[in-house]
């Protein structure tokens, strides 16, 4: 488990790294995102204000979008939901969304190498990456049908991994 104190110093490395001053602001946004992974940005507002109470709505969302840009954020729309963000990037991670209570939970790339799937056509385009939402239903809000069919799916996802 990253410290506090060695996430900061990363974070400061990347920054200027990427050309950007290192302000309490965006370690903040960092913070709260760090904090609570998968969070809309006015769960991101709260969790900045913490630490900064006098912060504008309209300056998280600045450095959200610049630490989008630059790579330190990702963001990403699950379908009827406002943008999520997370620190976790780089990865071409996927994610598995409960469309009953919004519960999102990163789910890692099936194959192991961007862009995780083989696609029919690459249209000539050089395939960085391949966004995938898996939408199922979550342990906490599954029916004892759909708990079955989830358990059944887990089998056979493991026979395909021993075989």
């Known amino acids: 488990m990253l410290t506090p104190e060695i996430l900061a110093e990363a974070w400061t490395t990347t920054l200027r790294a990427k050309g950007r001053r290192v302000t309490k602001q965006r370690l903040a946004v960092l913070n709260a995102v760090q904090n609570h992974p998968h969070a809309t940005a006015e769960e991101i507002v709260q969790g900045v204000r913490q630490e900064i109470p006098t912060i504008t ?52 790339c099936a ?5 995780c799937l083989t696609p029919s056509d690459y249209h000539g385009m050089a395939l960085i990456s391949a966004d995938v939402l898996y939408q199922g239903i979550c342990v906490r809000c599954q029916t004892d049908s759909e ?16 075989s």
């Open 111 to 115: 194959v192991g190498a961007a862009p």
């Open 57 to 108: 709505v309209q300056s998280v969302y600045v450095v959200l979008a610049d630490l989008v840009e630059i790579g330190m954020l990702q963001r990403f729309e699950p379908p009827g939901t406002p943008a999520l963000y997370e620190t976790r990037t780089g990865d071409n991670h996927h994610h598995a969304f409960c469309i009953r209570c919004g519960k999102v939970e990163d789910v890692d």
């Open 147 to 162: 708990a079955e069919i989830a358990e059944q799916q887990q089998r056979q996802a493991q026979q395909l991994h021993h």
